[in-house]
């Protein structure tokens, strides 16, 4: 069973650019969430993601930040028109439809978006 | 809104040695999970052990054991007969389990372990 799949890597985008993020959750799980870890600091959530559904997305910032999980395909967050502040490892993580009170958080390897 | 804190930035030690990691949080929820996260240089993270706030006994994996203790909200991680792979970032991570919870993991600021040979 492979894992959370997260592409690109590495990403190096000029200030004004877009990112877009991909992330493949493992296979039957339904449920995506994104973090972001900034030099030095732990990771902090951003949001979280059902197929077709936004179901938390207070971490996100209010501008230039989406994210989409569609019924086909992977998860996407897109960064629009980036600043410096923006370089940051993203983590993608996944887990299945809740059953009952234990699953677990799968993460994928990150992508680290440096913006120049 | 809950808070993990993680008071030491840096821990050193020695290969086959024992340390401690240390980890408070703050809730109001009574119901609750824990867990440590490894993140070594590859920066893929790696669930180290869980522990479910409503369980008494302290969770253990192998070289890994908590000390939980749940009324003064502390999550310590002890590893035993330290390897040099144990060389990594450790986070402290709380996530809610009540009614209405969005599953989100809460994650401390990290400590950064150094395994000497």
């Known amino acids: 069973n492979a894992g959370v799949m997260q592409n690109p890597r590495h990403l190096v985008r000029r200030r004004g650019q877009e990112a877009r993020l991909r992330c493949s959750p493992m296979k039957g799980h339904s449920h995506v969430y994104w973090y972001r870890q900034l030099p030095e600091e732990g990771l902090k959530f951003m949001v979280y993601l059902q197929k077709e559904n936004i179901i938390d997305e207070s971490g996100m910032p209010k501008e230039r930040f989406s994210a989409e999980f569609p019924k086909e395909g992977p998860s996407i967050l897109r960064i629009q028109q980036v600043v410096r502040g923006d370089s940051a490892a993203y983590f993608c993580?996944?887990?299945?439809?809740?059953?009952?009170?234990?699953?677990?958080?799968?993460f994928g390897p990150g992508t680290r978006l440096t913006v120049t | 809104a809950q808070t993990v804190t993680q008071s030491q930035p840096e821990m050193s030690v020695q290969e086959a040695e024992t340390v401690t990691l240390s980890c408070t949080y703050d809730?109001?929820?009574?119901?609750?999970?824990l867990f440590w996260y490894k993140q070594p240089p590859s920066r893929q993270m790696i669930l180290v052990i869980r522990?479910?706030?409503?369980?008494?006994q302290n969770a253990t994996e192998n070289r890994f054991s908590v000390n939980f203790q749940k009324a003064a909200k502390s999550f310590s991680l002890k590893i035993s007969d330290s390897q040099l792979g144990d060389a990594a970032m450790y986070f402290c991570?709380?996530?809610?389990?009540?009614?209405?919870?969005?599953?989100?993991?809460?994650f401390g600021t990290g400590t950064l372990l150094a395994v000497q040979p």
């Open positions: 809730t109001s929820e009574s119901d609750y999970y």
């Open positions: 522990q479910e706030a409503y369980k008494q």
């Open positions: 993580a996944s887990s299945p439809l809740p059953q009952g009170r234990a699953y677990e958080q799968y």
């Open positions: 991570a709380y996530r809610s389990v009540s009614s209405g919870a969005t599953n989100k993991l809460i």
